[in-house]
C-alpha cells in the first residue's frame, strides 16, 4: 500500500508536508490570534499585572467552553500543544546559563524528587479510598506529581487506561495548574518567599512547564529562572519515573495472568534540547538585541502554547466522570502545594 503523505502521484516530494502544512496552520493562526490579542490586553489598565501567558490561556478557555473549538483548528491546536510548546521550552535555555542551574542544588532537587514521589502515592492512596478507578487515579496523580498532560500520556503508556480516562486526567490537571497560575503570583510574600523559593516552589508542584512560567515570572525574572530549572529538573524524571511504572504494571500483569507487552516509555528529548542551549548560552556571548529577540518569540510561542491549551480544555470533561475523580485531582493540587511548600519553608531557600 503506497503511502498517502508521500505519493508517487505528488508532483513533488513535500506534497504530503504541505498537506499537513493546510491542516495545521488554521490552528496554529487562531492560537496565535489569541495569544496576539492577550499581549494587546496586556497595555489596558489592570492588566500589565499579568502575563501575556495567563491572558491567553484564560482567552483560549473562553473561546472553547463557550463557543467551541471548531473542527478545523483541531490539529493547528494540538500542534501547539505538543510541539511548538516543546519548542519554546527548548528556547527557553537561551535565558539561563550553568550557574543558575547550580543553584537549584542537592537540597533543590531532594525537594523535587520527595514532591513527586510523595504527591504520586498520595493520589493512588486517597484515589482507592474515595473508589475512584486505580487506572484514572494513576494518570491524575502522574500529571500532578510530574508534568501535567505530557505525564498523563507518557504514564497511560504503561497504565493502559481508556480514553476518556486520558481525557478526563488531562483536563483535571489543566484546570487545576491554570488556578496555580492565578493563585501563586498572589502569595510570595503573603507567606515571606524569596524569588529563589517562589521559584523552587513554582517548578516543585504547579503541573504544566508554561503554567510554571507563567506563574513564576510574575515575581521577576530570578523567580522565573529558578522556578524553569526546577521544573525541568521534574520533567527529566518522567522517563524513569514511567520505566518503573511499567516495571511495577508488568509485575501485575504477571500475577494476574495478562501478557499482553507494554509499550516503552517515551523520551522527553526536547528537555535535551533546553540543556544545549543553556550550555551554547554559557560558553557563547549572545548579543543582547539578538537576545532581546529571542526572549520576546519565546514568551509569544509559550502565550501560543498555552491559548492553545486552553483551547483543548472542555469543563464539560471534568462532569461526565462525576465529582470522585475531580475531588481526587483537587485533593492532588492541594496536598502538592501544601506539602512542598513546607518542604521549601524549612529548607536552605526560605
Not at 473562553?62 to 521550552?89: D, E, H, M, S, Y
Not at 514532591?115 to 494513576?138: H, I, P, Q, S, Y
Request: glycine share 10%.
Amino acid at each position: 500500500m503506497s503511502n498517502p503523505a508521500i505519493s508517487i502521484s505528488s508532483p513533488l516530494p513535500f506534497g504530503g508536508l504541505r498537506e499537513n502544512t493546510g491542516r495545521i496552520a488554521p490552528g496554529v493562526l487562531l492560537a496565535a490570534g489569541i495569544a496576539g490579542a492577550a499581549f494587546f490586553l496586556r497595555l489596558l489598565p489592570g492588566l500589565a499585572v499579568f502575563s501575556a501567558m495567563i491572558i491567553a490561556t484564560l482567552l483560549g478557555m473562553i473561546v472553547r467552553n463557550v463557543a467551541g473549538t471548531p473542527a478545523w483548528a483541531q490539529p493547528g491546536v494540538t500542534f501547539g500543544v505538543k510541539k511548538i510548546l516543546r519548542f519554546a521550552i527548548i528556547l527557553l535555555g537561551f535565558q539561563l546559563m550553568v550557574p543558575q542551574i547550580v543553584e537549584v542544588g542537592l537540597a533543590g532537587v531532594a525537594i523535587i524528587m520527595a514532591t513527586l514521589v510523595t504527591t504520586f502515592v498520595f493520589t493512588k492512596w486517597l484515589g482507592r479510598v474515595m473508589g475512584v478507578d486505580a487506572r484514572l487515579a494513576e494518570l491524575i496523580g502522574a500529571g500532578t506529581s510530574i508534568c501535567g498532560a505530557s505525564a498523563v500520556i507518557a504514564t497511560n503508556t504503561v497504565t493502559r487506561g481508556r480514553d476518556e480516562d486520558v481525557a478526563y486526567a488531562v483536563a483535571t490537571v489543566t484546570v487545576f495548574g491554570s488556578l496555580s497560575m492565578f493563585v501563586y503570583p498572589l502569595l510570595p510574600h503573603l507567606l515571606a518567599l524569596g524569588p529563589r523559593a517562589f521559584g523552587l516552589w513554582s517548578g516543585a508542584s504547579i503541573h504544566e512547564i508554561a503554567q510554571v512560567v507563567a506563574s513564576s515570572f510574575q515575581d521577576g525574572a530570578v523567580a522565573g529562572r529558578f522556578a524553569t530549572v526546577a521544573k525541568l529538573t521534574r520533567v527529566m524524571m518522567l522517563a524513569p519515573f514511567v520505566m518503573a511504572l511499567g516495571v511495577m504494571a508488568s509485575r501485575r500483569s504477571v500475577a494476574v495472568g495478562d501478557g499482553a507487552p507494554h509499550a516503552a516509555p517515551p523520551m522527553p528529548w526536547f528537555v535535551l534540547g533546553f540543556v544545549a542551549l543553556v550550555l551554547v548560552n554559557s560558553v557563547v556571548t549572545v548579543p543582547p538585541v539578538t537576545k532581546g529577540w529571542i526572549v520576546f518569540a519565546t514568551t509569544f510561542l509559550l502565550s501560543l502554547a498555552l491559548a492553545a491549551m486552553g483551547l483543548e480544555t472542555d469543563f464539560r470533561k471534568l462532569r461526565a466522570k462525576g465529582l470522585k475523580p475531580l475531588g481526587l485531582a483537587a485533593a492532588a493540587w492541594i496536598f502538592i502545594s501544601v506539602f512542598s511548600l513546607v518542604l521549601v519553608q524549612i529548607s536552605a531557600y526560605a
